[in-house]
């Protein structure tokens, strides 16, 4: 079973700038999430999907942040405009519960902001 | 008050002693309790969860859950270099429901 792939995995940009990032989830998977985790800390939920539809954005910044999940699979979260605080690994996650609430999670997007 | 709140450590024990690791959480609709291994530069893996109350073995791994005092542990039994990394408690509501996780200890196993 292939796991959930994120690209890129390093991203430099300046501030102010645009950055997207993919992710494809495990197949089957109906909900996706995606994490912040900045250095140092756990993994803070950004956004939930069930399928296409968004369960959970409560701590999405909106004014900058926004993502989308085509068809139920592939996501992509983007940042505009990114700020210094915005460096952090991005990940992205996959889970069926079918029988356990295990998520699968990709090896991440790391950002730098300079 | 953060949901779910966590020791980061850093904890460095020598080869073959016994770790504990504690979370503590706020929110009593919790029902899921897991542990997540994170290694370097990777995502993290789910090492083992509990539903509800109890304790649950998985090899050398334990974990212990106590919802009236709101306190989740993992206990490693004779730990090894290879058991170095960072270790996330993370909770649930539910089976569908978002996974809030704690900031994550970080363990060193010295040999």
């Known amino acids: 079973e292939a796991g959930v792939a994120q690209s890129p995995r390093y991203k430099i940009i300046e501030k102010r700038q645009s950055v997207a990032f993919w992710c494809n989830p495990i197949?089957?998977?109906?909900?996706l999430y995606w994490y912040q985790q900045i250095l140092g800390q756990g993994p803070k939920l950004l956004i939930q999907?069930?399928?296409?539809?968004?369960?959970?954005d409560s701590q999405l910044p909106k004014d900058r942040f926004s993502a989308e999940r085509l068809k139920g699979v592939d996501s992509t979260l983007k940042i505009q405009p990114a700020k210094l605080e915005d460096s952090a690994v991005y990940l992205c996650?996959?889970?069926?519960?079918?029988?356990?609430?295990?998520?699968?999670f990709g090896q991440g997007t790391r950002l730098t902001v300079v | 008050q953060k949901e779910v709140e966590q020791d980061p450590g850093p904890l460095s024990v020598p080869e073959g002693a016994i770790v504990s690791l504690n979370c503590t959480y706020s929110?009593?609709?919790?029902?899921?309790f897991m542990w997540y291994r994170q290694y370097s530069r990777k995502g993290p893996e789910l090492l083992m969860y509990?539903?509800?109350?109890g304790n649950k073995e998985d090899g050398r791994f334990t974990a212990q859950v106590d919802k009236s005092s709101k306190y989740i542990s993992l206990f490693i039994r004779d730990s090894q270099p290879s058991d170095s990394a960072t270790y996330l408690c993370?909770?649930?509501?539910?089976?569908?429901?978002?996974?809030?996780f704690g900031s994550g200890t970080r363990l060193s196993i010295r040999p």
């Open positions: 993370a909770m649930s509501q539910g089976s569908a429901s978002k996974i809030i």
């Open positions: 929110n009593s609709a919790f029902q899921y």
């Open positions: 197949s089957g998977h109906a909900t």
């Open positions: 509990t539903y509800s109350s």
């Open positions: 996650a996959s889970s069926s519960f079918l029988s356990t609430p295990e998520a699968f």
């Open positions: 999907f069930q399928n296409n539809g968004v369960v959970d």
